[in-house]
């Protein structure tokens, strides 16, 4: 038993997985071996053991009955089943057959062998908008014929649909700036009365037609599509040895030179620049966020580099949407 690779910014998998006719996938690692043994009677079913990109797999066929199980052995772990025992008569002979498979996370390759083995490409409780989003990198990757420049459509792709609620997301949020000056006014007038405080609030809101919520809003409905993007250049085993151009010859594996994570820093930071914080901002917050790009530029310094590319086409993106909302902002008089 090894310990994973995983990390808090990069959480992979190492370790048994299992399906029966009730349960399409499920996980059992390491810890779970060690304290108990599994043992699941099911039709059909499949045992497997994972790591990131690779899987190996035994599939009995599907309409004998077997006993899926596990086993720890001084600290090496087991999963593998066992089916129904056979009578074979004397003089005559008797054919037993189960598929093993051992390589990459293929899941075309995987799904003819089951239903459900695809699911050991784990997208979490997202992978019903993950799978689409695979499937259309998929098709740009036909297309360019390079996995970076997939990488980037699907960016691209992403972000201009979003622009909608991108561009909500900043009006609001530039509504609200503008509101600062006169809601540090009721506060100077109310002082320590939360009651009509919140109520001069709530008329001034509706008096100016801002809706309060409505820089949230946006960003909680973009983010269920940037984490299962996240998930799919994760889990895509297409991105191993896969080269972009020049010293990016491995979209999998860290950028050996640190650029792309510097450069996603970079426009991090000026993506912050653009969006002034709020004078009512408590201080601790304003020196947090000034230090979120040295952050994320730190722990990006291990990502694989088709990730950190992704988000660096991201926040150019964003920038450029930035300078777009904010130019037709200002022609109506908001800053």
């Not at 503008?178 to 109520?199: A, I, S, T, V």
């Amino acid at each position: 038993i090894k310990p994973s690779d995983s990390s808090m910014m990069m959480p992979t998998y190492r370790g048994a997985a299992f399906s029966t006719a009730d349960i399409r996938y499920e996980k059992y690692n390491f810890e779970d071996i060690q304290e108990k043994n599994l043992e699941k009677k099911t039709e059909g079913g499949w045992a497997a053991m994972l790591q990131h990109y690779f899987v190996s797999a035994w599939v009995p066929p599907k309409n004998e009955t077997n006993t899926i199980f596990t086993r720890d052995s001084s600290g090496t772990a087991n999963i593998g089943f066992m089916g129904e025992k056979k009578t074979v008569a004397p003089g005559t002979e008797m054919t037993l057959s189960a598929d093993f498979y051992v390589g990459p996370k293929d899941q075309a390759a995987l799904s003819e062998l089951s239903d459900t083995l695809n699911l050991v490409v784990d997208y979490g409780f997202l992978w019903w908008l993950a799978v689409p989003i695979y499937k259309l990198l998929m098709f740009f990757q036909s297309i360019v014929g390079n996995w970076g420049v997939a990488i980037i459509l699907i960016t691209l792709t992403v972000r201009g649909i979003l622009f909608p609620l991108t561009k909500a997301q900043y009006t609001s949020m530039a509504k609200m700036r503008n509101l600062q000056p006169k809601l540090q006014e009721l506060k100077d007038r109310f002082g320590d009365d939360r009651q009509k405080m919140g109520q001069a609030m709530m008329e001034l809101y509706k008096k100016e037609k801002v809706n309060p919520m409505g820089g949230c809003l946006p960003i909680l409905l973009q983010m269920p599509i940037f984490i299962a993007l996240y998930w799919v250049l994760m889990e895509g085993v297409e991105l191993r040895h896969a080269p972009f151009m020049l010293w990016i010859d491995d979209l999998s594996v860290q950028d050996p030179y640190y650029i792309l994570p510097l450069l996603m820093g970079v426009s991090m930071f000026l993506m912050q620049k653009m969006q002034p914080m709020a004078p009512t901002m408590d201080p601790m917050q304003q020196k947090m966020m000034q230090w979120m790009p040295v952050i994320f530029t730190v722990f990006f310094l291990w990502f694989p580099s088709g990730l950190v590319l992704y988000w660096l086409v991201g926040n150019i993106v964003a920038i450029i949407q930035q300078k777009i909302i904010y130019a037709g902002l200002e022609k109506k008089g908001l800053k």
